[in-house]
Every structure is written in C-alpha cells, then in structure tokens.
C-alpha cells in the first residue's frame, strides 16, 4: 500500500492569498477589536498568573466561559469586566476613539 503526499500550502502563502481577497479584509477587520478583547483578557490573567479554572472559581463562573472569553466567542457585558479586573489585580479602562478619517 503506497501512501500518497498531501501537498500542503505554508500559511503564510495562504494568508497572502486571502489578503487579495477585499472580502476577507472587511471580515478581518470587524473582528479586530474581538481579538484585541480575547488578547487583553489572556494578557491579565498571564499577569495575574492564574489559570483559567483558578480565575473562574475567583469570578464563581465556569472555566469554559472564561475559554469564552479568551476566544473572543462571548461578548462581556460591563459587569463580567469589572468582575474580570478584579480577580486579576486589573482596572477596567473604557475609552472612544474617533474613527479614521474616510
């Protein structure tokens, strides 16, 4: 039995690829403040040296819904950010930015 080889593409060729694509910039784009977001949240509880299950049983959640949270696939009410700070020794900062120029 002869097994075949997969060609694979490095993904950073990919990535080139679909930067092409003006699709797929809009998308990326909209989701880079929920990444900046789910960055920031593995960012404090790194510097807080907790574990996500340690940093649940502070907020009295789960330690999926803090996996959640670092996967940018929950949104955080204002409530579950101030929660957040605390258990990490953090403050919660809220600011507006005006919009690039057009």
Known sequence: MTKEKRKTIPVEMAFDEWRKDPEYVAEFAALED???LADQFIKAR??????????????????SYIARLEG???TPSTRTLNRFA????HRVVINFEPLAAR
Do not use: D, V
Not at 46 to 61: D, K, N, P, S, V
Not at 86 to 89: L, V
């Open 34 to 36: 929920e990444f900046a």
């Open 46 to 63: 790194g510097a807080a040296g907790l574990t996500q299950q340690e940093l649940a049983e502070r907020m009295r959640t789960s330690q």
């Open 72 to 74: 940018g696939k929950e």
């Open 86 to 89: 605390e258990a990490t020794g």
